[in-house]
C-alpha cells in the first residue's frame, strides 16, 4: 500500500479517536496528528507511519496497568487462534533454535493432517516447500506451514532413525487445538483421564480458557464417570488464564448452587455469575485443584470459586494474582485491538485476589492470590518445577500408531523419573478423604 494511503488510514483512526472523545479533548487529538506529519516529514531518517501509529498506541496505554497493550495485527491473528483455539495449518508441534539445531516435530496432534501423513515426534523438518530450514527461526516456519484450508505444503523430514530423507506432501486442514488433557495416551492416542500410578483417581489439566475448553471438560467428566474413581485432580498449573464466561461454564460443571464470581466496573457491581442447578461431576467425591506461581487469571477464577465454595481444596503454591478483566477492542476494521482493563473481579468471599506488588513474592504479607488449603502448600523451586514440566511435555508426545514406531523416537527412551511433589501431595489428600468425604462409599 502506498505511504500515502497509510498515512490517510492512521490519520482517519487517530481523528476517530478524537471524535470519540469530549470536544476539550480534541485539541490533543490534533496534536497527535501533526506530532505524527512532523515525524514523518522531518525526522533525520525515514519512519513508516504505520510504526508512528504502534508506538502512539503503546505509549496511551503501557502507563495505565502491566495488562493492558495495544495488540499489532500478527499479534492479534495469534491471540484470536489461541482464544478460539483453530488455525489453518498442519497439526503439528514443533520446536527449533536454540533449543534443538534444526526445526524438530515435538510431537503431531491425533487426527490432524500431519498425523494422518505419517508425521512422527523426532522427525526433523529439513525444507518446507522446496526452502531449506537452516536458518529459519521458529516463528517463521510455523507462518510457512500454516495456510488457508485445502492448501498443501511440502515438507522434507528426516525420520528418527533413518538416515534418508524423505518428502510428505500434506493437505491443510482447519487444526482445533486441544486445552483439555489427561495423563497418558491411551492405545487410540486419545487422553486416558485417570492416574495412570492411581487408576481410581480422575485427573484433568486445563492449559488455557479459550472457546472449546467447557465442551472438552465435559467430555473428559463423562470418561472420568464412567470409571471407578475416588477423587479428581483440576490441575491449573502453569495456566495463564482466557476467557472469564469460560471459568464461569468450567466452575459451573461441579457446582449445584452458589456464588462463582463477581465483576465490578469502576466501583459499580458489572455482573454476577452463580451456579445453575446440576452437575457433571458427582458431589460426593472429593477434588483437589492443582496451582502454582504461574495460574492466574481464569485460572484463578476456578480455584478460588470451588475453595471458596468448599467444592475442592487447593494444593500447590500461591496463584499469581490477577484479578482484573480486560477487553478486546477490535481496531482497524478487525485487523488490530486495544485489551482495555475495564473491570475487577471478586471471588465468592468477596476478596479481590490482585497483586499490587509487581515482582512474584510468595511470602508477601498482603492478600493477593489463592493460597493453597491448609496443609497443602508444596512450595516447588523454578528449577524443579521446570524438570515436572518438561517431563509432563515429554509424556504428552503423541507416539502416532498409524506408522511403525521407532526406538529412537523422543520420549520412547527410558529416563529417570521425575518426581511431581505436588502432584503426590494431591493424591496422597484424596486417598485420606476418601475414607472421611460425605457421602457413599467408593472403592479405594
Known sequence: MPPRNVSIIVITAVLSLACYFQVPRSREARSIVRAMHIISDRYVKPVETRELYRHAMNGMVEKLDRYSNYIGPDDYSALQSSLQQKFGGIGIMVDGPPRVERLR?????????????????GDVILSIDGTSTEGVTLEQAVVMMRGEKGTEVRLQVLHPGSTEPVEVAVRRDTIQTESVKGDTHREDD????????????????????????TGELSTALE?????????????????PGGLLTTA?????????????????????????????????????????VLIDRNSASAAEIVAACLKDQQRAAVCGQRSWGKGSVQNIIELDDGRSALKLTTATYFRPNGKNIHRAIRDYEEEDSE???????????????????????????????????TVKPSSETPGQAAEEPVVDLQLQK???FLRKAVKT?????RKA
Request: aromatic fraction near 8%; hydrophobic fraction near 35%; charged fraction near 25%.
Open 105 to 121: 516435530v515435538v510431537s503431531p496432534l491425533v487426527g490432524t493432517p500431519a498425523y494422518r501423513a505419517g508425521i512422527q515426534a
Open 190 to 213: 486419545s487422553w486416558s483421564f485417570v492416574l495412570e500410578s492411581n487408576p481410581h483417581i480422575g485427573y484433568v489439566r486445563i492449559t488455557t480458557f479459550g472457546d472449546r475448553t
Open 223 to 239: 470418561q472420568i464417570r464412567n470409571r471407578d474413581v475416588t477423587g479428581l485432580i483440576l490441575d491449573l498449573r502453569g495456566c
Open 248 to 288: 464461569v461454564e468450567a466452575c459451573d460443571l461441579f457446582l449445584e448452587q452458589g456464588r462463582i464470581v463477581s465483576t465490578r466496573e469502576r466501583d459499580q457491581v458489572r455482573d454476577v455469575s452463580d451456579a445453575s442447578p446440576g452437575t457433571e461431576f458427582p458431589l460426593d467425591l472429593p477434588m483437589v
Open 367 to 401: 492478600e493477593w492470590g489463592v493460597k493453597p488449603s491448609e496443609g497443602l502448600r508444596v512450595s516447588m523451586p523454578d528449577e524443579q518445577l521446570a524438570a515436572v514440566f518438561q517431563a509432563r511435555r515429554t509424556r504428552d508426545v503423541v507416539t502416532n500408531r
Open 426 to 428: 494431591a493424591v496422597e
Open 437 to 441: 468425604y460425605p457421602g457413599k462409599a
